[in-house]
T-cell receptor, first 113, second 111 residues
Framework: AAGVIQSPRHLIKEKRETATLKCYPI?????VYWYQQGPGQDPQFLIS???????DKGSIPDRFSAQQFSDYHSELNMSSLELGDSALYFC????????????FGPGTRLLVL | GEDVEQSLFLSVREGDSSVINCTYT??????LYWYKQEPGAGLQLLTY?????DMKQDQRLTVLLNKKDKHLSLRIADTQTGDSAIYFC???????????FGQGTELSVKP
């Protein structure tokens, strides 16, 4: 079965640079969620989109923005990167017409130097 | 408030049963989930339970839900070394909304 696809899988950036993370949800899933997991931490919710509209917002810094496109893929844009942004970034997708269980992608590991 | 709590570590011998416990706060959660994370890997959905159920069994996994005490547990029967991982329980905050995770329980299985 198709799973959530995230790219890139690994990313190394310098401080103050920008990064773009991409997420391709499971086909026919209409909702996308972004989570950040710091080292040794549990995943923290950043933001979600339903049918291309922002549906909920968590502890996402103002330096970050995200959107969901017409093909339902989503991008998380991160600017003015800081050392503390180094983390594993997960995308999850769900279908509002079936149970809304969230299925996670493999994550993008971002290292800011 | 949003708070999910788990014990941090559990060590068992291969072949024994493991029980991982979790308490949650949002009584309106419709589903409660267990995810497994191996080192450096993503979050794998293990199982879930609907909030109007007391128990769910799925092969070696048994989930028990005590809604009155807001207590959730995951029992792994015949634990294998391949079960060594971090296990997260999670509740849905508002239907269709974000997941609130516990801190994760690191399960270590010794041969």
């Amino acid at each position: 079965a198709a799973g959530v696809i995230q790219s890139p899988r690994h990313l190394i950036k310098e401080k103050r640079e920008t990064a773009t993370l991409k997420c391709y949800p499971i086909p026919r899933h209409d909702t996308v969620y972004w989570y950040q997991q710091g080292p040794g931490q549990d995943p923290q919710f950043l933001i979600s989109f339903y049918e291309k509209m922002q549906s909920d917002k968590g502890s996402i810094p103002d330096r970050f923005s995200a959107q969901q496109f017409s093909d339902y893929h989503s991008e998380l844009n991160m600017s003015s990167l800081e050392l503390g942004d180094s983390a594993l970034y997960f995308c999850a997708s769900s279908s509002t017409s079936y149970q809304e269980t969230q299925y996670f992608g493999p994550g993008t590991r971002l290292l800011v130097l | 408030g949003e708070d999910v709590e788990q014990s941090l570590f559990l060590s068992v011998r291969e072949g024994d049963s493991s029980v991982i416990n979790c308490t949650y706060t949002d009584s309106s959660s419709t589903y409660l989930y267990w995810y497994k994370q191996e080192p450096g890997a993503g979050l794998q959905l293990l199982t879930y339970i609907f909030s109007n159920m007391d128990m769910k069994q799925d092969q070696r996994l048994t989930v028990l839900l005590n809604k009155k005490d807001k207590h959730l547990s995951l029992r792994i029967a015949d634990t294998q070394t391949g079960d060594s991982a971090i296990y997260f329980c999670a509740e849905v905050y508002n239907q269709g909304g974000k997941l609130i995770f516990g801190q994760g329980t690191e399960l270590s299985v010794k041969p």
